[in-house]
T-cell receptor
Framework: NAGVTQTPKFRILKIGQSMTLQCTQD?????MYWYRQDPGMGLKLIYYSVGAGITDKGEVPNGYNVSRSTTEDFPLRLELAAPSQTSVYFC???????????FGDGTRLSIL | RKEVEQDPGPFNVPEGATVAFNCTYS??????FFWYRQDCRKEPKLLMS???SGNEDGRFTAQLNRASQYISLLIRDSKLSDSATYLC????????FGAGTTVTVRA
């Protein structure tokens, strides 16, 4: 039982490149979330999903896209990487919108 | 006003000491509350939920004050391993995270 798995763990991108951050869960949770955390700051919600085929914007969605074709997977796509997107990205899952969330161990992304 | 505000600290305490800190929230309709622990930029991990009547988990005690819209965390008999950043999390229709309170326990 791996819980929430994020890949890659680290990545360096050049400005304007694109990439997909992967998140997979084996907890059979309907709710999945993507957050970013900048140094010294709290987590900010980028996108979330309440089930396969359903996604919605969070607090800071600009520059990102998501899809949720299966319960298990919730990839986050950066189309045109910008230095402002340098951050640590966490994926999380939960059983409901008032339940605690379980986090993956993060993807550290630098855009130069 | 931020949805969730925390004193960033750091709280620097000796082993065995008691340390306590608060978190305020802006939405009076918020329904559930949690404390998470985050070590050195690793993933946040659930420490405990916060119940209306207050609750304990070993050396950790959480309290909720709805009238003043704050929750608190108290750590008794601090251990070196308690050094971390503690995130206050408030849930209305989504989870809102505070920026965290850093606690450093020294030998």
């Amino acid at each position: 039982n791996a819980g929430v798995t994020q890949t890659p763990k680290f990545r360096i991108l050049k400005i304007g490149q694109s990439m997909t951050l992967q998140c997979t869960q084996d907890m059979n949770h309907n709710y999945m979330y993507w957050y970013r955390q900048d140094p010294g700051m709290g987590l900010k919600l980028i996108y979330y999903s309440v089930g396969a085929g359903i996604t919605d914007k969070g607090e800071v969605p600009n520059g990102y896209n998501v899809s949720r074709s299966t319960t298990e997977d919730f990839p986050l796509r950066l189309e045109l990487a910008a230095p402002s997107q340098t951050s640590v990205y966490f994926c999380a899952t939960g059983q409901g919108n008032r339940q605690p969330q379980h986090f993956g161990d993060g993807t550290r992304l630098s855009i130069l | 006003r931020k949805e969730v505000e925390q004193d960033p600290g750091p709280f620097n305490v000796p082993e065995g000491a008691t340390v306590a800190f608060n978190c305020t929230y802006s939405n009076s309709a918020s329904q559930s509350f949690f404390w998470y622990r985050q070590d050195c930029r690793k993933e946040p991990k659930l420490l405990m939920s916060v119940y209306s009547s207050g609750n304990e988990d070993g050396r950790f005690t959480a309290q909720l004050n709805r009238a003043s819209q704050y929750i608190s965390l108290l750590i008794r008999d601090s251990k070196l391993s308690d050094s971390a950043t503690y995130l206050c999390v408030v849930n209305d229709y989504k989870l809102s995270f505070g920026a965290g309170t850093t606690v450093t326990v020294r030998a």
